[in-house]
Nanobody, 124 residues
Framework: QVQLVESGGGAVQVGDSLRLSCTAS????????MAWFRQAPGKDREFVAA????????DYADFVKGRFAISRDNAKNTVFLQMSGLRPEDAAVYFC?????????????????WGQGTQVTVAS
């Protein structure tokens, strides 16, 4: 198992940018599919973005395409989520997740390791 810790959340204004980081310990990240999910109050946890082992393949939820970018630095055991053009509906707790299997990337139930989450607040 790998332990994940997110950071970088905060309170921003509409249109601002923010970069979230997810740092792993207990194992190297280069054998894990990594993803970001988010959960707003009263809503289900939803998929945001995922990246494969090497960083070459990336998947995004439609609502963040063109605004968010996921990347990874396996040498630093860290995954990033660069968010730009933030909207009030992007406000949520953002979670980092990891799994070994390559099959599917959008289902939260498939991920075996989770961070504690970092809060993102967007003020209009």
């Amino acid at each position: 198992q790998v332990q994940l810790v997110e950071s970088g959340g905060g309170a921003v204004q509409v249109g601002d940018s923010l970069r979230l980081s997810c740092t792993a310990s207990g194992n190297t990240l280069d054998t894990y599919i990594m993803a970001w999910f988010r959960q707003a109050p009263g809503k289900d946890r939803e998929f945001v973005a995922a990246i494969n082992y090497s960083g070459r393949d990336r998947d995004y939820a439609d609502f963040v395409k063109g605004r968010f970018a996921i990347s990874r630095d396996n040498a630093k055991n860290t995954v990033f989520l660069q968010m730009s053009g933030l909207r009030p509906e992007d406000a949520a707790v953002y979670f980092c997740a990891a799994k070994r299997s390559m099959i599917g990337v959008t289902a939260s139930a498939d991920y075996t390791s989770w961070g504690q989450g970092t809060q993102v607040t967007v003020a209009s």
